[in-house]
């Protein structure tokens, strides 16, 4: 997408209107494999927007599984 579209572009009252934003969702455990996407979307663009959630909350059958239960 990122060569398809470019970087990011925000028009004049903040909004974006072209480009790619990436969401990375932080899950227990999981601090080593973010730094690792983390680090493949820096080689990808030269400042790529990254959107980092950490508000992962376990729900439904998800605390019947401990490494994603906290």
């Given amino acids: 997408m990122v060569r ?3 970087g990011l572009s925000i028009d004049a009252n903040g909004v974006a209107t072209r480009g790619v934003i990436v969401r990375h969702l932080v899950m227990p455990g999981g601090l080593d494999e973010s730094r690792h996407i983390l680090t ?3 080689g990808l663009s ?4 990254v ?3 950490d508000q992962y909350r ?5 605390a019947e ?6």
């Avoid at 030269?46 to 927007?49: E, H, L, S, T």
């Avoid at 599984?65 to 906290?70: D, G, L, Q, S, V």
């Fill in 4 to 6: 398809q579209v470019g």
């Fill in 40 to 42: 493949f979307l820096a």
């Fill in 46 to 49: 030269p400042r790529p927007v």
């Fill in 51 to 53: 959107n980092i959630m």
């Fill in 58 to 62: 376990p729900l439904g059958r998800a």
């Fill in 65 to 70: 599984f401990a490494e994603i239960a906290r």
